[in-house]
């Protein structure tokens, strides 16, 4: 190995893993010094989450079972409002990226803690990014005040996640795993957590498509998922997420299944300039090589959406798009050109094979 310089700064985390550590909560909460956490969920989560909340005795506050995807700043009003009723000192995010989302909005505007126990695999509760939709319009930042102060991975709470969001949100995770393997602030740390968080998922989810209530395979996907969102974390995305940013945020299309089409084609187009991540690739896959066209042959496999136009991008869209991705200059490893933005974003619309 070459060692150049490289700077890694690890964020202050406690983690708990395994299965059944749902159970360990008042202990962390304790341990916190957190009395009153009020339980944030989604509508659709709001069994598993109340029978979460039911273990916590006294230090539960209540119940907001109303988190939504892209956190709006209404959702965020509604919560806080509900937050300071019941006297919370902090919440407790029990779901994916949308939930764990309110939670750090919450934070970013009270200052109020967050412990997240995470069921999909999108990495939200291992970064400081914050997200924020209003009038149609999603910001997003960095902040330690939003970075969860503990978080509990307990792979029984995912074997409820359906087979097609277990897929899209692997694929999601995987994507932090790529670009952080080019990331201009990548470091050999990172690419560890990379190669090795990519290999758990993609090695879990056939099992998973298979039998999803396989607690071994969920067990080796959340581990996976943990490390991609340390990647997520730990670096800055380039086009791939840029990409995503733009499809999901100016057409509405749904984040995860954006992310787990497109990426193949991202893939093909940065690896004769990201040796480094082709190999990892090739090795987190065990594929031969090719890792693009073996990720693009998974996703297919599993039920992946075969293109953007099968999700609802319209065809009309896909210049204005194009030119919202060049817009603002960003890293990545080979040069991004409009010509270049154009043909991944047409190949992905139709669905054919990446080529790079
Ligand atoms: P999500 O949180 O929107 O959840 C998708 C659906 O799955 C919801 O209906 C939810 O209730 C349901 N669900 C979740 N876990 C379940 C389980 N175990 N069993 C049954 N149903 C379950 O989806 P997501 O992909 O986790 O998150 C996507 C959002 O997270 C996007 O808005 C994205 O921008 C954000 N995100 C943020 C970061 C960050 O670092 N800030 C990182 C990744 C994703």
């Known amino acids: 190995m070459r060692w150049e310089q490289f700077c890694y700064e690890a964020l202050p985390m406690r983690v708990t893993f395994g299965a059944g550590s749902s159970k360990e909560l008042p202990a962390e909460l304790d341990r916190l010094g957190l009395d009153r956490v009020l339980v944030l969920c989604t509508p659709e989560q709001q069994e598993s989450a109340a029978a979460i909340a039911d273990t916590l005795g006294d230090h539960c506050a209540g119940v907001f079972p109303g988190a939504r995807m892209h956190v709006p700043v209404s959702t965020v009003d509604e919560a806080s409002a509900t937050a300071l009723a019941c006297r919370a000192d902090g919440c407790l995010a029990v779901g994916g990226g949308s939930t764990i989302g309110l939670g750090k909005a919450i934070a970013l505007r009270h200052g109020t803690p967050v412990v997240a126990v995470p069921t999909t695999y999108a990495g939200s509760e291992m970064t400081p990014i914050w997200g924020l ?7 997003t930042g960095r902040d330690r005040a939003v970075l969860p102060r503990a978080v509990i991975y307990d792979p029984d709470l995912t074997l409820s996640l359906p087979t097609p969001i277990s897929v899209m949100s692997a694929l999601n995770a995987v994507a932090h795993a790529v670009e952080g393997l080019y990331a201009p602030d990548t470091s ?7 190669e090795e968080g990519a290999r758990a998922l993609l090695g879990a989810l056939r099992p998973i498509v298979a039998d999803p209530g396989d607690r071994d395979a969920r067990a080796t996907a959340l581990y996976g998922a943990w490390l991609c969102g340390a990647v997520l974390g730990a670096t800055t995305m380039s086009l791939h997420h840029k990409l995503c940013h733009v499809l999901g945020g100016s057409f509405d299309l749904p984040h995860a299944q954006v992310h787990a089409i497109v990426l193949p084609y991202v893939m093909a187009y940065n690896a004769p300039a990201a040796p480094a991540m082709a190999s990892a690739m090739v090795r987190a896959l065990a594929a031969p090589a090719d890792p693009a066209g073996e990720l693009w042959r998974l996703g297919r496999d599993l039920g992946v959406p ?15 798009a194009g030119r919202r991705v060049m817009a603002a200059p960003y890293a990545n490893p080979r040069p991004v050109t409009a010509d270049a933005v154009e043909a991944i974003l047409r190949a992905a619309y139709d669905g054919s094979p990446p080529t790079g």
């Open 133 to 139: 939709t209003e009038n149609g319009a999603k910001r």
């Open 188 to 194: 050999p740390i990172v690419s560890l957590m990379a």
């Open 306 to 320: 075969p293109s953007l136009a099968a999700i609802g991008m319209p065809q009309d869209g896909l210049a204005e």
